[in-house]
């Protein structure tokens, strides 16, 4: 999603500078900065204390380390600014100054970024056809949209029945969906397919947020624990444990039926667990 579109794009448009924003342990700042030290790109990360969190490893450790590691620079605000607006005004003072800037919205969730989910559902669709598995659901986090939008395009576009559920990490149902609904048309404009999606494709469960982003509530700590020690597998305390979370409860209660086939899209984040360690005490 963020090399093979965002960075492309910003190598295309010949940039000197790749700046984004998002919350201090931000998993897409840290991976943006990584990928613009791979491609020899100057990047500037502007990261939101949407927590106010008193524990120092929360600032030091984590993503925010790995940023600084992979040779990113960086500047903070204050919790509930419009960070993108935010960006471009820091992005147009660097290009006052003559510099080349390439922004990137918060979570690379544009009709660019996007594409990288699009050809993740093709992806998938390609793996269930060489197994001969016969998916009922493929669930996810569901945060700043893209993840989600590319996804539902990606299945939409060739008419595939798999039902998509994004499981919320920040904001309310209503809005989580029209967010990624916004997203998803764009992005099926520029792959030429703008009729593809409809409002009610778009689904999202926002149950298991708990106290708020970043904030891990006891189903996202049990679903970390139950996936590390169950399966080797590390998720993470912002998204995918939250996602991880939804899961598990839909299993439990009866909601995904016995015998039903579902994949769990692990959009990664281990890297946060260091920045949470306060958590698992």
Partial sequence: MLTEWLIADAIE????????Q??????????????????GLKCHILLEDRLGSKDSNYYENGNVLLD????????????????NQELEDVANKYRAEGKKVYTIVGGGSNEIGALGYVNCAYEMLQQFDEKALDVDHIVHATGSAGTQAG??????????DIKLLG?????????????VYKVAQRTAEKIGRPDCVKREDVIADTNYVGQGYGKPAESTIEAIRLFAQKEGILLDPVYSGKGAAGLIDYCRN?????????????????AALHGYINYFK
């Fill in 167 to 179: 499981f919320g990490v920040r904001v309310a149902k209503e809005k989580q969906e029209d967010n």
């Fill in 68 to 83: 600084d590691l992979f040779g990113a620079t960086m500047e903070y605000r204050p919790s509930g600014l419009d960070m």
């Fill in 151 to 160: 996804m539902i395009i990606g299945l939409k576009s060739v008419e595939s």
């Fill in 254 to 270: 009866g909601i995904f039926k016995k015998g039903e086939t579902i994949v769990f899209l692990h959009t990664g984040g281990s």
């Fill in 22 to 39: 998002g919350a201090t342990q931000s998993n897409h700042a840290r991976q943006t900065a990584a990928a613009c030290a791979k491609f």
């Fill in 13 to 20: 448009q010949c940039a000197e500078y790749v700046m984004t």
